[in-house]
Nanobody, 126 residues
Framework: RVQVVESGGGLVQAGGSLRLSCTAS????????MGWFRQAPGKEREGISCITWDGGRTSYADSVKGRFTISRDNAENTTFLQMNSLKPEDTAMYYCAAEFSSESHCYVSESEYTYWGQGTQVTVSS
């Protein structure tokens, strides 16, 4: 049975940093593409970043490019999202997702992912 669990959210001041973690179980982690998404109040879910099974390729939404960095540690079945220079508009519930894939590229699209975590809240104060 597959489980995806996010952690690391919290309250941070504008300009600060947070590091989110996503640990998956019940799957072969090094055979899965991992992605990060977020949903702010009153808005649709937004794809923000993804990373291929071997960490060789990454992709970012324009809204976070240059500020966020995705990485993974396959030995620990964990994907990370380092968030720097946070802005109030980054406030959202952040979700981790996984999809079985051997592709050399990944896509920041909700339809590409099968397994989802329950989210971790990130709040950025002004």
């Amino acid at each position: 049975r597959v489980q995806v669990v996010e952690s690391g959210g919290g309250l941070v001041q504008a300009g600060g940093s947070l590091r989110l973690s996503c640990t998956a179980s019940g799957l072969s982690f090094d055979e899965f593409t991992m992605g990060w998404f977020r949903q702010a109040p009153g808005k649709e879910r937004e794809g923000i970043s993804c990373i291929t099974w071997d960490g060789g390729r990454t992709s970012y939404a324009d809204s976070v490019k240059g500020r966020f960095t995705i990485s993974r540690d396959n030995a620990e079945n964990t994907t990370f999202l380092q968030m720097n220079s946070l802005k109030p508009e980054d406030t959202a519930m952040y979700y981790c997702a996984a999809e079985f894939s051997s592709e050399s590229h990944c896509y920041v699209s909700e339809s590409e992912y099968t397994y989802w975590g329950q989210g971790t809240q990130v709040t950025v104060s002004s």
